[in-house]
């Protein structure tokens, strides 16, 4: 079965360090997308940064890398140099193929971190 | 560049009216999804549209609900009649074959 696991309901970290967030996903496929999104109070969707499943380096996207362990099956995300700004909820999300084989595909999403950076 | 633009932000509704929430996807785009968050379930994809054609509709949850995308930039979801157990953000989202799925602000539903 297709799963994303987010482990950490809720963290605390101060202002200025690196956190890291966790998740492990679960899928059969060999082409899927990890993607991870935070949505602070105001509850908009915003797209962080992509890794493929082919991709041979770690994305990286200004503060934000994820941090792609294949045999693991993990990807997590680590924010550096942490703001007051970054206080928000976190989603994980894999993209896998649809049934009909299109390379299109839906996400499927973890349950969240909530994520409280401390001044 | 606009993103993807979704209306009403926040709706409020009586029991058993018809509601209706709008998208018009990132231009270019088209993939279009339709999903809901709740507290209890998450995020749920309801459904997805490829170049303007219905292509998963598994997660729309009953016959109260149907949604539409007449054309590349235009989509409904469209509840009717509407129960309180239909009280979420539905967010609608687009993106172009095989890349990154851009979100709107989410429309933001209760039913009382």
């Known amino acids: 079965a297709q799963k994303i696991t987010q482990t950490q309901p809720g963290m605390f970290v101060q202002e200025k360090e690196a956190v890291t967030l966790d998740c492990t996903y679960d899928?059969?496929?060999?082409?899927?997308?990890l993607f991870w999104y935070k949505q602070p109070s105001s509850g908009e969707m915003i797209f962080l940064i992509y890794q493929g499943s082919y991709d041979q380096q770690n994305a990286t996207e200004g503060r934000y890398s994820l941090n792609f362990q294949k045999a693991r099956k993990s990807a997590n995300l680590v924010i550096s140099a942490s703001q007051l700004g970054d206080s928000a909820m976190y989603f994980c999300a894999m993209r896998v193929p649809f049934l009909d084989g299109g390379s299109q595909g839906n996400l499927i999403f973890g349950k969240g971190t909530k994520l409280s950076v401390k001044p | 560049d606009a993103g993807v633009i979704q209306s009403p932000r926040h709706e409020v509704t009586e029991m058993g009216q018809e509601v209706t929430l709008r998208c018009k996807p990132i231009s270019g785009h088209n993939s279009l999804f339709w999903y809901r968050q709740t507290m209890m379930r998450g995020l749920e994809l309801l459904i997805y549209f490829n170049n303007n054609v219905p292509i998963d509709d598994s997660g729309m949850p009953e016959d109260r609900f149907s949604a539409k995308m007449p054309n590349a930039s235009f989509s409904t979801l469209k509840i009717q009649p509407s129960e309180p157990r239909d009280s979420a953000v539905y967010f609608c989202?687009?993106?172009?074959?095989?890349?990154?799925?851009?979100f709107g602000e989410g429309s933001w539903l209760t039913v009382v």
């Open positions: 899928t059969s496929d060999p082409s899927y997308g």
């Open positions: 989202a687009s993106s172009f074959t095989g890349n990154t799925i851009y």
